[in-house]
């Protein structure tokens, strides 16, 4: 029997990077979507379950043929983390330019339909039918942090998706899953550790976790048999400020 197979998006840094490696640690068979084709080769680090596929997730003709040489390697897709993004300064509605509206929404509006859509298809189709999407949501899917209009509406939109692809994949054996995530020691979160704007107006830095927690979090969502879903996992810095943020 062949080893299950996902395709991990967002997968050059940070969260993608830590949880492909963790499915590659546990045997699975993984395919790699981030811009940078060099460091994509730097989260597979030889090994050869690895899949690099480089590909701008904002650009549907190139996620629908990467998810296509991914069918042709494997032939089938088990799994989608749904997990490329972007985030922005904090910055009010106002003086925020709709080119960086555009910039963020995007990725992560856009981007994670073009891949959930591309997933559905394919999963849709193979025999056996059926599979599982994990998508990336976010703390600021249930409460904003100040200044993040653009990002908090993308995170809102994705729980939005994750719930009709829940619903829509019924049919197919497709189930869909979100995880939220709250501070996980990145690249693109590593300001929060040094100072982030509070409800208060204040600047304060905010407990962090280790992004290999969100890693397995994301392996067990993914491992779990089919008739069995995660519909939403909150993963957090114990000490985080979201439960009585604001």
């Avoid at 395709?7 to 499915?23: C, E, K």
């Avoid at 985030?87 to 003086?95: A, G, H, N």
């Avoid at 509406?153 to 939220?180: E, N, W, Y």
Wanted: glycine share 10%; hydrophobic share 45%; charged share 20%.
């Amino acid at each position: 029997m062949s080893a299950p197979s996902i395709i991990v998006t967002g997968a050059s840094s940070g969260i993608g990077r830590a949880t492909a490696r963790a499915f590659l640690g546990a045997g699975w068979r993984v395919g790699l979507i981030g811009r940078r084709a060099e460091a994509l080769e730097e989260t597979a680090a030889g090994n050869p379950a690895a899949l690099p596929l480089p590909c701008d997730v904002t650009d549907p003709q190139a996620v629908d043929a990467a998810f296509d040489t991914a069918m042709s390697d494997w032939g089938r897709i088990d799994a989608l983390f749904n997990n490329a993004g972007q985030s922005l300064k904090s910055v009010l509605i106002d003086d925020m330019t709709v080119e960086d509206w555009r910039r963020i929404t995007s990725v992560n509006v856009d981007g994670m339909f073009y891949c959930a859509r591309a997933a559905f298809a394919r999963m849709r189709k193979q025999a056996p039918q059926g599979g599982r999407i994990i998508n990336n949501g976010s703390i600021s899917a249930h409460a904003p942090r100040p200044g993040s209009i653009a990002y908090t509406a993308s995170k809102h939109a994705v729980t939005g998706m994750t719930k009709t692809l829940s619903l829509d994949g019924r049919l197919f054996d497709i189930s869909c899953g979100q995880i939220d995530i709250g501070n996980a020691t990145t690249e693109m979160a590593a300001g929060q550790a040094k100072g982030v704007p509070q409800a208060d107006g204040s600047i304060r830095a905010e407990p962090m976790m280790d992004v290999d927690h969100v890693a397995q979090a994301v392996l067990q969502m993914a491992t779990l048999p089919p008739e069995t879903n995660i519909q939403f996992l909150t993963i957090m810095a114990t000490k985080m400020p979201f439960v009585g943020r604001g």
